[in-house]
């Protein structure tokens, strides 16, 4: 699994916050790496539509990891 980051904004555009752009990157570099360890489901699948979904990511080689937790809104 690889993780992403979105800056919310076309990258072509004239009015993109590069302040804002640059404050997101520091945050997600600072707090990304697990995402790119193991990961496994902590709730199991459904298919509904409002659905809680938890997801442990973990690196063994940085005794490091995070939990996501979401909702899916309606």
Known sequence: ????LCLGSIAEARNVD???AKK?????LAVG???IGAWCLR????PAW???MAVQYHRPDL????LSVSRQAI
């Open 1 to 4: 699994m690889a993780s992403s």
């Open 18 to 20: 590069m302040a804002h």
């Open 24 to 28: 997101l990157l520091d945050r997600y």
């Open 33 to 35: 790496h697990p995402w």
């Open 43 to 46: 709730l199991p699948y459904t």
């Open 50 to 52: 409002d659905p809680w």
């Open 63 to 66: 005794d490091e990891g995070m």
